[in-house]
T-cell receptor, first 118, second 114 residues
Framework: AQTVTQSQPEMSVQEAETVTLSCTYD???????LFWYKQPPSRQMILVIR??????QNATENRFSVNFQKAAKSFSLKISDSQLGDTAMYFC???????????????FGKGITLSVRP | KAGVTQTPRYLIKTRGQQVTLSCSPI?????VSWYQQTPGQGLQFLFE???????NKGNFPGRFSGRQFSNSRSEMNVSTLELGDSALYLC?????????????FGAGSRLTVL
């Protein structure tokens, strides 16, 4: 079974600065996907970024980028130029790559509450 | 394009009752999965439906069940409610492509059991 660990329960960052959220995971699988989801106070879970384990290049999406270290089983999220709207709970999640079909089962970490200060 | 719609958004029940939650996926999405979110246990996978068949199931008791209709809409049912069933229930839909399905979540149904 896979596990996802987010050891920091809360973080705070000044607007316009950069913050990094940590995530580690454990799996015996070689093919999988990693995700960061954002859940603002409105509760709507929103996909931030996705990383395929077979890709060495780190994924980026505008101000969001990841540092994927497969050997260390580490998957951190960097938010650059933090904005007030980034205030939310952030979840790291793992999905096994089922070659023969689709898969919709995500294993989530406990989440980290990020506050962006004006 | 309309997102994932969950109804009702809020509901209050008492112990022993049952509840049914509804989820309408994004048009064209054939897979619907359900998650339970609580402060103590975090986000946990309940089950997934595709083509009206349960394709995957999490580690929840039989009181939790679901179904999917021919139009891909899904319902989940919890019978004999317990206080611990109080949670945010999230539904997600996705296309059925091998590999990583990108899940699009609804806003959730907040269930309070008294």
């Amino acid at each position: 079974a896979q596990t996802v660990t987010q050891s920091q329960p809360e973080m705070s960052v000044q607007e316009a600065e950069t913050v990094t959220l940590s995530c580690t995971y454990d799996t015996s699988e070689n093919n999988y996907y990693l995700f960061w989801y954002k859940q603002p106070p409105s509760r709507q879970m929103i996909l931030v970024i996705r990383q395929e384990a077979y890709k060495q290049q780190n994924a980026t999406e505008n101000r969001f980028s990841v540092n994927f270290q497969k050997a260390a089983k580490s998957f951190s999220l960097k938010i650059s130029d933090s904005q007030l709207g980034d205030t939310a709970m952030y979840f790291c999640a793992f999905m096994e790559d089922i070659i023969t079909g689709a898969n919709s089962k995500l294993t989530f970490g406990k989440g980290i509450t990020l506050s962006v200060r004006p | 394009k309309a997102g994932v719609t969950q109804t009702p958004r809020y509901l209050i029940k008492t112990r022993g009752q049952q509840v049914t939650l509804s989820c309408s996926p994004i048009s064209g999405h054939r897979s619907v999965s359900w998650y339970q979110q609580t402060p103590g246990q975090g986000l946990q996978f309940l089950f997934e439906y595709f083509s009206e068949t349960q394709r995957n199931k999490g580690n929840f008791p039989g009181r939790f069940s679901g179904r999917q209709f021919s139009n891909s809409r899904s319902e989940m049912n919890v019978s004999t409610l317990e206080l611990g069933d109080s949670a945010l229930y999230l539904c997600a839909s996705s296309t059925d492509r091998a590999g990583a399905n990108v899940l699009t979540f609804g806003a959730g149904s907040r269930l309070t059991v008294l």
